[in-house]
């Protein structure tokens, strides 16, 4: 379903029935309604739009265990909240334009972070592959680069011509490095990395390890990270206009970082629609 068309975009969002309709398309695949709690497709109507499975028992609305039921805001102000995130507005401004306060707004923002972390969560690189870590907030003087007080490390693994996966982990050992690597990225893989002997035991565990000394140059053929650098610049420079991340909250907006720049070529709003009425234990 398109929505190049403001228009039909403002139809579906006019009302709360139009909204929920709009929704419902996404939770039941062609129409055909199962139970959340055991997936099974013998289930019978109940009144107050409810349903009952025949072979659990649970008794379940269109909403349940997704995590669109979760959000208390009404359905046709979720929506434009949606849009108005895939268009990168700020909180502040879409409580101003759907006429919610700030804090309910923020947390529908941090529902739709909460779920595309989960929807992200399920990530395994192969071919060739950049890893590198980099260092996130933090305003305290401090030592720079690995090792920088009061900033938050995070670990980045980009599949060339694919998509980046990006941590927050608690260091950067060698034994940091080396578990979130072996999760996500298959054996027998291309690892490029720069000088840090971090990175030194890769070669130990099925991979073939290529490094690319930044003292002496950038780039040696295709031995380079320039990819997940680039990565680290994009995410920076939109994280700062949030002018600080609490720590609980920050794996959610750096994954969004990610998730943007994954699909930065294309339009997003539907694939966040898709992702909010997903069910909470489905992992895409």
């Not at 011509?161 to 034994?175: C, F, Q």
């Not at 991979?207 to 002496?216: A, E, I, T």
């Not at 720049?261 to 966040?272: M, Q, T, V």
């Amino acid at each position: 379903m398109g929505f190049s068309q403001l228009e039909t975009f403002e139809f579906i969002g006019k009302t709360e029935n139009r909204a929920k309709l709009f929704f419902r398309k996404f939770c039941w695949k062609n129409g055909h309604i199962f139970c959340s709690d055991c997936n099974s497709y013998k289930i019978y109507r109940l009144k107050g739009k409810k349903f009952r499975c025949k072979r659990c028992g649970n008794t379940f609305h269109d909403f349940s265990n997704r995590w669109i039921g979760q959000s208390r805001v009404p359905l046709k102000k979720l929506l434009w909240i949606i849009k108005l995130f895939e268009l990168d507005v700020s909180a502040h401004k879409m409580a101003a334009q759907v006429g919610l306060s700030y804090p309910t707004v923020l947390r529908a923002c941090h529902l739709i972070r909460k779920a595309l972390l989960v929807a992200e969560s399920d990530f395994w690189a192969s071919g060739e592959v950049e890893l590198d870590e980099s260092y996130f907030g933090g305003r305290r003087k401090g030592k720079r680069g690995r090792g920088a007080a009061g900033k938050v490390p995070v670990f980045g693994i980009l599949e060339r011509h694919g998509k980046v996966k990006v941590t927050v982990v608690k260091n950067v050992t060698a034994e940091s490095l080396l578990n979130e690597t072996v999760k996500m990225v298959r054996r027998g893989a291309i690892v490029y990395t720069d000088k840090f002997r971090g990175y030194d035991a890769l070669m130990f565990c099925g991979y073939r390890h290529l490094r690319v000394d930044h003292g002496k140059r950038f780039a040696t053929g295709k031995v380079y990270i320039n990819g997940l650098e680039g990565f680290w610049s994009y995410a920076k420079e939109r994280l700062a206009k949030f002018h600080g991340v609490s720590k609980e909250y920050f794996p959610g907006y750096l994954n969004e970082m990610a998730f943007r720049y994954n699909h930065r070529h294309e339009i997003i709003f539907e694939k966040l629609v898709k992702i909010i009425t997903n069910l909470v234990q489905d992992p895409l």
